[in-house]
């Protein structure tokens, strides 16, 4: 749980950076698009396990002075990078999906592109995409579990101990039911969300 | 002789291989409102977004009260924050109040305090009938009200040339009088406007002058009365003479 709360603020912040850096106009900003674009390319490609062996086994191997070795590190920058990768396209397809007349008010006000940014489009992106959004972290909740391939102990990991010790096999169905447990809330939290948002906008529709 | 509130020359504007704005020359004085008339289509639109530089120009020069705003350098930002421009579609900010909508402008790209930019917005607010509305989001409003709002959002501001791109087109017939209303007083209060609309009794009304698009070239220009009495141009008696057989004028 600690794993995916330090990520996921993470792949927040970070994910919204590189959709913005890949929504730059102009040609002066193609080699941040471009990288933006690798980036993307590289870390959705590579299967989310192999990140997390390479980061966790192999830089610690290196032996580089002061980088960190502790795999808790290297499992969260792992997921956080496969992550970010994901929900920055989310926020790219939620960016589009606002209306170039939106930007355009905002920029016809005097209002900077990276003021339209953050005070007019973002703000509606971002609403839209709550539900991809909440899809993606309950992946991420999910796959938590393969930093335990690090050694890290987590509620998985934890599970197979116990499983070990005792060849009883009930606490891989604990583990699952803690997993949906704390899926499930976010999901009904999310629905509440985007409810009350609607109700405050459009209210007045109906009456 | 002091320059004049707007001057547009040989502006041309292609989108493709289509060129929208042929070679228009036009020059507005202080307090003068100008109504671009014609067809859908004609440039009367574009004309206006590139004057708000929201449309980059292909050739020509836009000079607002003697300084170019079409040379490299220019701060686009600047020179927008001069300008109120009014779109077809209100296109206000969905996810904000009509204070915020309203006072996002003076508070960002002004970097008026809070209470500064709220006063003016309340202000302007009350005098066109909206002030019960300023808590209130865009979706709540009916189409004349959210484009009174649209217009009192470029009015806080305090710009000194409001350009309006058919802002009656998207409204439902009743509701077009409230807002070129609202119009009116500000042409009476000697604000220098640049109005494409598709109302002619309205530009016969209020325009000082007006002008006819035909195809991205600015076909003939005259008083109202010039234009809509005894228009020169083939073209235009053509046009005209349509929208009198739609009951249109």
Known sequence: MKIF?????????????????????????????ALAVVYVDLFRGIPTILVIYILGFGVPALGLPGVP???????????VLVYSAYVSEVYRAGIDSVHPSQAAAARSLGLTHGQALR?????????????????????????????????????????????AGSFNYTPYIATAIIFVALTVPMARLTDWLIARDKRRQQAGRLA | ????????????KSFGKLEVL????????????????????????????????????????????????????????AVRRGIGIVFQSFNLFPHMSVLDNI???????????????????????????????????????????????????????????????????????????????VIRELANEGMTMLIATHEMGFARDVA????????????????????????REPRTQQFLQRIVEAGRL
Request: glycine share 8%.
């Open chain 1, 5 to 33: 709360l330090i990520a996921e603020v993470f792949i927040l912040v970070f994910a919204l950076a590189i959709a913005v850096l890949r929504s730059l106009p102009g040609p002066v900003f193609f080699p941040v698009r």
């Open chain 1, 69 to 79: 070795v502790e795999p808790l590190f290297w499992g969260v920058v792992s997921l």
């Open chain 1, 119 to 163: 005070f007019v489009v973002i703000p509606q992106a971002v609403r839209r995409v709550i539900p991809p959004l909440l899809n993606d972290f309950i992946g991420l909740q999910k796959d938590t579990a393969l930093v335990a391939l690090l050694g890290v102990v987590e509620a998985f990991r934890q599970s197979q101990i116990d499983v």
């Open chain 2, 1 to 12: 002789m002091s320059a004049a509130a707007l001057e547009i020359a040989g502006l041309r």
């Open chain 2, 22 to 77: 042929r070679g228009i020359d036009l020059t507005l004085a202080e307090h003068e409102v100008v109504c671009l008339i014609g067809a859908s289509g004609s440039g009367k639109s574009t004309l206006l977004r590139c004057v708000n530089l929201l449309e980059p120009i292909d050739a020509g020069r836009i000079v607002i009260r003697g300084e170019e705003i079409t040379t490299r350098g220019v701060d686009v930002n």
């Open chain 2, 103 to 181: 006072t996002l402008g003076p508070r960002k790209a002004l970097e008026l305090s809070k209470v500064a930019a709220e006063a003016r917005a309340d202000e302007l607010l009350s005098r066109f009938g909206l002030a019960d509305k300023r808590e209130e989001y865009p979706d709540r409003l009916s189409g004349g009200q959210q484009q009174r709002v649209a217009i009192v959002r470029a009015l806080a501001m305090q710009p000194g040339l409001m350009l309006l791109d058919e802002v009656t087109s998207a409204l439902d017939p009743e509701l077009v009088a409230e807002v070129l209303q």
């Open chain 2, 208 to 231: 000082s002058r007006v002008c006819f698009l035909d195809a991205g070239v600015l076909l003939e220009e005259g008083t109202p009365a010039e234009i809509f009495g005894a228009p």
